[in-house]
């Protein structure tokens, strides 16, 4: 079993930036894609980024593209989202999962391992 911690979250105003992390123990994560998730009051839980075992491939949903950044590190058994130019848009709970059974991104269903979630509010 694999146990996530995600922290970082907060109240930040639009235009901020906030650094996630995950913190992964039970086991390591080093085999696992990484990824995270946010939902958003009143709609479905959508995919915001994903990384590769190993850090060299990269996934983002098309509205964080170029303000988001999905990064880990493997010794620290932690995976980290780093967010810029946030907007009220980006308000959500965040959720760091982990697929255990495939070492890049493939679809979402596959992540099998979940946090609690960290609160993201972005006032404008």
């Known amino acids: 079993q694999v146990q996530l911690v995600e922290s970082g979250g907060g109240l930040v105003q639009a235009g901020d930036s906030l650094r996630l992390s995950c913190a992964a123990s039970?086991?390591?994560?080093?085999?696992?894609?990484m990824g995270w998730f946010r939902q958003a009051p009143g709609k479905e839980r959508e995919f915001v980024a994903a990384?590769?075992?190993?850090?060299?491939?990269?996934n983002y949903v098309v509205s964080v593209k170029g303000r988001f950044t999905i990064s880990r590190d493997n010794a620290e058994n932690t995976v980290y989202l780093f967010m810029n130019t946030l907007k009220p848009e980006d308000t959500a709970v965040y959720y760091c999962?982990?697929?255990?059974?495939?070492?890049?991104?493939?679809?979402?269903?596959?992540?099998?391992?979940w946090g609690q979630g960290t609160q993201v509010t972005v006032t404008s």
């Open positions: 999962a982990a697929d255990s059974h495939h070492k890049t991104y493939f679809r979402s269903t596959y992540f099998d391992y």
């Open positions: 039970g086991r390591t994560i080093s085999t696992y894609t």
């Open positions: 990384i590769s075992w190993n850090g060299g491939v990269t």
